[in-house]
């Protein structure tokens, strides 16, 4: 049997142990493998209570059972599902049930999102949404992924398509009534200005300048500067736990290290990188070439100082801020960038003075970053690249007027073709593989 055509079980909730554990069930075997567990049918969307038992009618858990048949479901297959105790041993033992039925197998990785797609019951958009909700760190993210998985760029999507596709049919008819002396133009001209108004509306949506994509990676922050200025104890006051090593000693951090913080809901991911500084250390050589890197790629640079005339060193195009550190001790001042205005602030990272006016400045940076509002609705690459393939055909096609209609319909073609696969509903088997990969198992 093609795995395509298998039952697949997998469990959907967090990992043992728990209190409650929900093992769901996809396929055409799932009608039999619930009966064969709890002796007995639930009724439709019930839940029910059942001993359940494996094939050699050994109990398993006093559990709660749900029958969802087709396509009335999740996935549009017949689904279970089999709430139990969450100890790792009962859990273990229905898995081992599960495993021993004839065509039923462990799911793969978002097996059942895919499941799901393929029966029609979501589109890849919100597919990609469903990801970003269950990858969300941040109360920011949460909202744009539902709003994703709501259908905010598939329902346009699909809008879009239609009227393109209404678009082309007035091109063609014009082109198979042209012996019919004016209806061809009474055709195309409304034709026309429907995809002048589709191709306005796709790039309004292109220039919202990224604020989807960027919610969804996050802004980067780069702690840079001499060694042993501070930059592991100031990472660690963000954090408010000890993720970097604190010594006095200079060259102590060798590698990158990371933290994710969570900014008035926005997702920031700020860089404790080594001490830039000449030295015959191959590895804290190595430490450095890796922290220029990670700064030049960084969406803003905290450059930490604390001696008098320190120079700063960075050669990106990201803003970077001077902090003067151990201002408790030192009256320190850097001599900066030249022609590159900066922003200053003065902090003890020890003491904790000057951070909350350095936090309220990094909030600030990343309402701007991120843009005012609920954000754009791409959230993706694949999503931008899709939407301006379709409004350069739709732009094609409105060059082509005058040139030959059957220009004009072919490019027309192109652009709901490019819708198409920004749904994933035509010409997208190279990219659901690496979509669904992303997914965790029993999702």
């Given at each position: ?23 769901r069930v996809s396929?055409?075997?799932a009608g039999t ?12 969307r ?10 050699g009618q ?5 559990a709660?059972?749900?029958w ?12 279970a ?9 009962v859990l273990?033992?229905?898995l081992t ?5 004839e065509?039923?197998r462990p799911?793969e ?16 958009t ?7 909700l269950?990858h969300?760190?941040?109360?920011r993210?949460r ?10 760029l ?10 393109i ?29 429907k ?5 306005s509306?796709i790039e309004?949506?292109?220039a ?10 996050g ?15 100031l ?5 408010r736990?000890d ?16 933290v ?7 997702p ?5 990188t080594a001490?830039?500084?000449?030295t ?6 190595e430490?450095v070439r ?5 700064a ?7 450059w ?7 120079p700063?060193?960075?050669?990106g195009?990201a ?6 550190n ?5 009256r ?9 205005p900066?922003?200053e602030?003065?902090?003890s990272a020890r003491s904790g ?14 309402q ?8 754009g ?17 739709l732009?094609r ?5 005058g ?11 192109a652009?709901a ?11 997208v088997?190279?990219?659901?593989d690496?979509i669904f ?6 999702k």
């Amino acid at each position: 049997m093609h795995p395509r055509d298998q039952t697949i079980f997998a469990l959907s909730s967090g990992r043992p142990p728990s209190a409650i554990a929900i093992v769901r069930v996809s396929g055409s075997e799932a009608g039999t493998v619930l009966t064969a567990l709890a002796e007995k049918m639930p009724a439709p969307r019930t839940a029910t209570r059942a001993l359940l038992h494996d094939v050699g009618q050994r109990p398993i858990d006093d559990a709660v059972v749900l029958w969802f048949p087709g396509p009335a479901s999740a996935t549009g297959e017949d689904v279970a599902e089999l709430h139990i105790h969450g100890g790792r041993a009962v859990l273990a033992s229905l898995l081992t049930a599960l495993s021993g039925f004839e065509n039923v197998r462990p799911a793969e990785p978002g097996e059942f999102t895919r499941r799901a797609f393929e029966n029609g019951k979501l589109d890849l958009t919100e597919a990609e949404g469903l990801d970003d909700l269950i990858h969300a760190d941040t109360d920011r993210q949460r909202r744009q992924a539902l709003r994703q998985l709501k259908g905010m760029l598939g329902d346009k999507a699909r809008d879009w398509r239609a009227q393109i596709i209404e678009a082309s049919a007035l091109i063609e008819a014009g082109i198979d009534f042209s012996d019919e002396g004016d209806v061809p133009a009474e055709l195309i001209a409304p034709a026309l200005a429907k995809v002048r108004t589709l191709l306005s509306e796709i790039e309004t949506v292109l220039a919202a300048q990224s604020q989807g994509e960027r919610l969804r990676d996050g802004l980067v922050v780069a702690i840079a500067g001499p060694p042993n200025v501070g930059k592991s104890t100031l990472i660690n006051q963000l954090a408010r736990r000890d993720v970097a090593i604190v010594s006095p000693h200079a060259g102590t951090t060798r590698d990158v290290i990371e933290v994710q913080l969570d900014l008035d809901g926005y997702p920031v991911t700020v860089i404790d990188t080594a001490g830039i500084r000449e030295t015959s250390d191959p590895v804290e050589q190595e430490g450095v070439r890796r922290a220029r890197a990670r700064a030049g790629e960084a969406d803003l640079v905290l450059w930490l100082a604390d001696t008098a005339g320190a120079p700063v060193e960075h050669h990106g195009t990201a803003p970077v801020w001077l902090v003067h550190n151990k201002i408790d001790l030192v009256r320190a001042s850097t001599a900066g960038i030249e022609g590159r205005p900066m922003a200053e602030f003065r902090i003890s990272a020890r003491s904790g003075a000057g951070l909350p006016e350095l936090i309220a400045a990094l909030v600030d940076f990343a309402q701007s970053y991120f843009g005012t509002g609920e954000g754009g609705l791409i959230t993706r690459e694949r999503q931008r690249t899709l939407l301006r393939e379709a409004a350069e055909s739709l732009r094609r096609s409105l060059d082509a007027v005058g040139k030959g209609d059957e220009l004009v319909a072919e490019d027309l073609r192109a652009a709901a073709l490019s819708i198409g696969r920004l749904l994933g509903r035509v010409d997208v088997e190279d990219v659901l593989d690496v979509i669904f990969r992303e997914f965790c198992i029993g999702k």
